[in-house]
């Protein structure tokens, strides 16, 4: 079985402060882990993901997250906010293979302070 | 390229009604997903298509939920009867192929059962 935990329902930041956002993962298999956005309204959008390749990985919008699999930890951060980044974020896992539904955390709204 | 389809975007019922939403994946991918996303939760898978076979099915509410995916390409969610419970978002997804690769994800059905 699979889990996702996010730690902080909410995060707030000031506009230009580092952005970190809190996963750590549980996965009887190696995982996939993956970093969605969500704004009001909308359908989710892929930030970016780990297959098993590079540990500290590249998105898009400027974030990035490493793989820590000795904390089983996916962090993901910004080094510096801005006010477009506000929305609902979401670390999810998946095992891969044949059956790979995502299991998702409950998410981090992320606030910007001006 | 365009993206995952869904309709309708929004759909109000009565308890005890049924609905349907229907999903148009993105053109070429094998692999079609429906999550649930309830109000301040991340979605849950409900079922998982490769072409027009069932992959997993483990979290859908067999009683009431049906889903098919005729000819491997559109497909619809059922739910008979509606209850309180079902207000929720209904989100459809793509993919490629399964084992990992980006899932891609439609719009939403924002669903309210009164």
């Known amino acids: 079985a699979q889990s996702v935990t996010q730690l902080g329902s909410h995060v707030s930041v000031s506009e230009g402060a580092l952005v970190l956002l809190r996963c750590n993962y549980s996965?009887?298999?190696?995982?996939?882990l993956f970093w969605y956005v969500q704004y009001p309204n909308q359908g989710l959008q892929l930030l970016l993901k780990y297959t098993s390749a590079a540990t500290l990985v590249k998105g898009i919008n400027g974030f990035e997250a490493e793989f820590k699999k000795s904390e089983t930890s996916f962090h993901l951060t910004k080094p510096s906010a801005h006010m477009s980044d506000a929305a609902e974020y979401f670390c999810?896992?998946?095992?891969?293979?044949?059956?790979?539904?995502?299991?998702f955390g409950k998410g981090t709204h992320l606030i910007i302070q001006p | 390229e365009a993206g995952v389809a869904q309709s309708p975007r929004y759909k109000i019922i009565e308890k005890r009604q049924s609905v349907a939403f229907w999903c148009n994946p993105i053109s070429g991918h094998a692999t079609l997903y429906w999550y649930q996303q309830i109000l301040g939760q991340g979605p849950k898978l409900l079922i998982q298509?490769?072409?027009?076979?069932?992959?997993?099915d483990s979290q859908l509410p067999k009683d009431r939920f049906s889903a098919e995916r005729l000819k491997g390409v559109d497909s619809t969610l059922k739910i008979q009867p509606a209850k309180l419970e079902d207000s929720a978002v209904y989100l459809c997804?793509?993919?490629?192929?399964?084992?990992?690769?980006?899932?891609?994800f439609g719009p939403g059905t924002r669903l309210t059962v009164l």
């Open positions: 997804a793509s993919s490629l192929e399964s084992g990992g690769a980006t899932q891609y």
């Open positions: 996965s009887s298999v190696p995982p996939y």
């Open positions: 999810a896992v998946s095992r891969g293979g044949g059956a790979d539904g995502l299991t």
């Open positions: 298509f490769q072409n027009n076979g069932v992959v997993d």
